[in-house]
């Protein structure tokens, strides 16, 4: 039996090494498709490119061993029954699930490991490989801009640019709006063209335009002028200084944290303090509501508020008694007043709503990332059990069949996970639900395929399915016959 605990495990490992390697580089080679605009023509250093690319070869890992260990047990099991040696040991007394038990005990392992490295490694991965590609963006960020696209990269503009020169740099139509120094779009230039000029021994870009105008809207301004507030600059050549970190690439101190970053500690008191201040403030604007709109005091006029009030004892139970008792200007400005009253808890309350949906987003993106420390390991378990099964169902070794059937089984996965994860953000479903949602569907299915494999069940035999198939083509067949 030792023997044979070896064996499958070398049958295993092969195919689980060249698989984990061949996802991994296909989800890098995804991953650099997706940032390569933002790598090329920007001076890298090589070994800037190789810790950014290790970086995202950590990140991928997670998703890389559950595709990996669907596809090598259904390798490994198809190259068995492919060669007949699943039915020689079958034969020999041996039950399937001693054949798997060094392999579940492995994959068990696997899990485990998984798990301890996505609490652990994944977070400081995503952190460096967030961090470093923020920087890249953030060097010679002439090179960022696409056109036709408004780019935000230079802090405080918003350029749009129609068309690029790529051999003269000359850049066409630009668009530019300037928040730098007042929030809002307070100053709004466009060019006929314009150029970029670097120092690289400056800390500012000078931004050369030509040809064009500059509205600009002075009451956006502090102390702004109010009687002539929109002022229009016609230029032939302007020239608008624009500070850079530096024409050098320079690191950023690791201070961009998102959930993504964070392990289970961080992630539970992160979700705990972001619960604790929406409560908190549902709370006081709970109570400033109620005491500020709806129970207004009258400390204007103190005296004709007693004599409001000896005048309406008794009668504080009918609001339209009270109302009459006023007097016709009153009358007007008691109206105006509830008008007012009623847009302020109108305006406050869009403010608190949206508030609260921000939080609640922020709220749940951390609840996801952590019901995904525990999802990702799980998916390994699954797709062994259903991955060994099937294997050999389908009898069939090498890249061939077994490749179409994993990604497309991979696939299934990954779209149900997606759709469940949607859900949960939005709330539609409830975070545990949305998160499980892809484990929950093919849980079943791999406790189905394990138990019709380890009971010899007729849903392992391949021949069965094409028998049956064939019945059905011979009922159609004598029906069509007997109509003739």
Not at 17 to 36: G, P
Not at 45 to 73: G, H, K, N, R, T
Not at 316 to 331: A, H, V
Request: charged share 20%; aromatic share 12%.
């Amino acid at each position: 039996m030792k023997k044979l605990y070896i064996f499958m495990l070398k049958s295993f490992a092969g195919p689980f090494i060249a698989t984990f390697f061949i996802s991994m580089f296909v989800l890098l080679m995804q991953m650099l498709w997706r940032y390569i605009d933002e790598l090329v023509g920007k001076g890298l250093d090589f070994s800037v490119i190789v810790e950014l690319l290790f970086y995202f070869s950590l990140s991928l890992v997670p998703m890389a061993l559950p595709l990996a260990v669907l596809l090598s047990s259904i390798m490994t099991f198809g190259t068995l029954g492919e060669n007949y040696e699943l039915i020689a040991l079958k034969s020999a007394g041996i039950s399937l699930y001693r054949i798997m038990y060094p392999l579940i005990v492995l994959i068990v392992f696997l899990s485990v490991f998984t798990f301890f490295f996505s609490n652990n490694i994944l977070p400081i991965a995503n952190m460096r490989a967030g961090n470093l590609l923020y920087d890249i963006k953030r060097h010679k960020p002439e090179l960022s801009f696409k056109e036709g696209v408004f780019t935000n990269d230079l802090e405080g503009y918003s350029i749009k640019i129609d068309r690029i020169d790529k051999n003269t740099g000359m850049m066409y139509n630009m668009l530019i709006y300037n928040h730098r120094d007042v929030p809002g779009n307070y100053e709004v230039t466009r060019a006929d063209s314009g150029m970029m000029i670097n120092n690289p021994n400056s800390a500012y870009m000078e931004l050369v335009l030509f040809h064009g105008n500059t509205y600009t809207d002075e009451s956006m301004k502090p102390n702004g002028k109010r009687t002539f507030p929109f002022r229009r600059l016609k230029f032939d050549k302007q020239s608008v200084l624009i500070e850079l970190p530096g024409n050098e690439f320079k690191r950023r101190d690791e201070d961009f944290i998102t959930a993504i970053m964070l392990n289970l500690k961080q992630l539970n008191y992160t979700i705990d303090s972001l619960q604790n201040k929406l409560d908190s403030r549902q709370r006081e604007e709970t109570t400033r509501m109620l005491k500020v709109n709806y129970e207004k005091n009258r400390s204007s006029n103190p005296q004709r508020d007693s004599i409001l009030r000896v005048e309406t004892v008794g009668m504080k139970g009918d609001i339209d008694s009270l109302y009459r008792q006023l007097e016709p200007e009153e009358k007007q400005r008691a109206m105006e007043n509830a008008l007012q009253y009623a847009r302020d808890v109108s305006a406050n309350m869009v403010k608190d709503v949206n508030y609260y949906k921000r939080q609640g987003d922020q709220i749940r993106k951390n609840q996801l990332e952590w019901h995904k420390k525990f999802t990702l390991p799980f998916a390994c378990l699954i797709f062994f059990f259903i991955g060994a099964p099937l294997g050999g169902i389908i009898r069939k070794g090498g890249l061939g069949m077994p490749v179409v059937v994993s990604i497309l089984l991979f696939i299934i996965y990954y779209v149900i996970s997606m759709m469940g994860q949607r859900a949960a953000k939005e709330a539609v479903l409830p975070m545990w639900f949305g998160s499980w949602l892809s484990s929950l569907i093919l849980l079943p299915l791999g406790v189905l395929l394990t138990y019709k494999s380890v009971t010899d069940s007729e849903i392992m035999n391949g021949e069965a399915y094409m028998n049956f198939f064939k019945k059905i083509g011979s009922f159609f067949k004598k029906k069509r016959d007997a109509k003739a």
